[in-house]
């Protein structure tokens, strides 16, 4: 392994001068929707009738295939949680929801108040949530970690979001750039800190994008029924419509209408984000980062997963998530600098699982790919 | 046995390529003909397989070996340490998943959860259902109800009727209380909160004015949720119904929103179909033991089926369609089963 690094007495490289990177390629995925079935439904019916408890296990086991199959230059993630850690945090996790879930059926009033004080614990558990993933993670045999502060989370998920209402959310895209930068920046790789450089001008130009292709969507599903002889603007004055088929389809378009526009608008602003934060994000002299996720392949995924799931009845759900594994995978691209040979794993103290096992049981989602 | 692979030393991400030899007690990992770590194997932490990926080796001092061969599995691990991965590749065990999971999930979600909830309500204090109730009733009153505009004596009358009902059937003032409101959102309608408050629309007071005894049915039907408890029966359904829901699968992803979602809401529905049957036969019974016809009832439903499909005519075909996901009988059921 020596050779890869040029002694600096013979070769002294200018300062600033990037060095040679070892490795420059896509992000493999190697995991297959049979295996990821059989782990799946196994976990699902080990989960029920362990009446949830293996539910610890079945997450490991899950998060472990996934990382386990995502490789880059060969060297695969590592998803270091057990199932004991994952199992304290979520009994933790459900007593809480439990005081919660009966406070707000039973004493609605009481449970608004238990509601407001959540606020005030959401920025720990989100922070802490971010802590314990990234910890858990590792690849090269160096964990990631995270490093923010309640008070800047309180700002970025609480304050700003609140703000935002106000401006009639023109301050939203705004704030998400925030969020995002505030996750991002406070990832580091062994002691290398993640540097994100991420530009408002993105965000706002994204979301006006998402504006107009919504607007077409709706424009275009308009003029479909009105070939269909419906006027959705009229619907007032067609009270005496004999047409009762008609009325009973309604519904059902809309459904398809509104399901097709949430797949084009996530796909549109999901690429272009994602683009963005991976380009203009890297660990310096360690490894760099390319994303290249097109909005219409990506839309007609999310499309094609979400009839599978339905007209499965959730059976293909394995399949869907390793399509989508394997697509973003193929769109990554990930340029390797000798400085990932040197890196020291500083991650050592121990993290408790309950705020990320609190984060998931309130379903709140802050995926960081 | 000679196994190649990639060693990590502790904490750093500088690996070597190297061979592993085993024997009977230690595993040696040698680097160029170098020895750089030996380790006995009852000292491993051993971890079962995984579908598609290496078998790595942790050591005891946190460095790592990782064989090249993904399907290799080490000779001194038993089968039951692969016990997860040979169940999760077993046809069988799999045919076994797809077919129990559904029928476990409609055994907890339809018999263990209603259960839970009427263990639950009648292990509730009574103060525990007056809170929950007069909270629920506060919260209703700002979002829905203005005050009364029938007239005093109009209120009077329908109290009158009220009170001796209770009386007859021995039910208790304190508790079973009657309040008028006016209420653009709920038109004609009439429903009882858990710890007894029956509260009767403006609208539902004038459809069934000259209809007394109607009205009485109505109230009569009210009387019966409260006496099963059915509000708190209901809230416990749905509460327990989240907790279970959370901490079964609380991480499978996609089944949650997909197969239970739907499951949830049909059996909730299921539930309070069945309520309504019950307080209907609350109702039938009791007007009967109090020397009323059970076609007072069938009058009440009549009347209230008049006056909410003349608002929304051109919908009663997809009522008719949708009645299966409604939360009541129809219409129609409850007539002819008060009438037979």
Redesign the interface.
Known sequence: ?ESIHPTPSETTPPINEPAEPIFSGKVQF???GG???????????L???T??IY?A???V??H??FY??TRIDG??FDYLATPIQILKG?ILA?VV??IY??SI??????GLFIALGFIFLMPWIINQGLRFNLRMTRH???RFAFKGSYGEAFVNFILLPIASIFTLYLLMPYVIKRIDSYIHSNISY?DKPLTVNLKGETYYLTALICFVVSSITMVVFMGILGLFGLNLVDIENQ???EN?AA??MLPIFMMIAYVLMIAIVSAVWHAAIRNHIFDNSHFEGVATFKSELKPIPFAVLLLTNMLA??FS???A?PW??VRTSKMLADVTNVTIYPG??????TAQEQQSSFAEEAA??FDIDLSIT | MHVKG?F??I??????VCVATISDTHIEVINDEHVIARHAISSLKLSSG?????DELNFEDGS?FIPQDVSYRWPFKENNDHV?ER????KW??L???I??PL??WL?LYKAVPAIAVYSVDT?PRN?VE??GE??F??IKKIALDPSELPAEQQTKVQAHFTSMLNALSLDQSVYRLSFYKSDSFGANAFALPHGRIVVTDDLANLLADKPNALKAVLLHEMGHVVHQHSVRI??Q??AS??VL???????E??AE??LGTGASFAQQGFSRDMEREADSFALTQLESLGYSSNDFADAIEALQESHTSEN???E??ND?LEYLSSHPSAQERIDNARK
Do not use: C
Request: glycine share 8%.
């Open positions: 392994m190697s995991g297959k295996e990821f079935f059989g782990i799946w439904i196994v976990n699902i019916l989960s029920v009738i009446l949830g539910s296990w079945a997450k086991r899950t472990r295939y386990g199959h060297h695969s979520r459900v929801f439990f879930t009966f059926s039973f004493m609605p009033i009481l090269r045999n160096v062994g009270q005496n419509l009762s009325m009973v799931i339905v009845l959730g059976l759900y869907t998530k990932a040979l040197n890196l020291i794993d998931n049981v | 990639h990590f030393p904490v750093s991400s500088n690996y070597q995984m579908a598609g990926l290496a790592r997860m169940l999760e590749k077993s065990a799999i076994a998943a797809v129990f999971t476990f999930m907890v509730l525990v809170q929950m909270q629920s506060t919260l809230t416990a749905s509460a989240t907790i959370a901490v079964v699968f609380g991480d499978l996609g089944v997909v197969a005519g051109h919908l075909k997809v369609l």
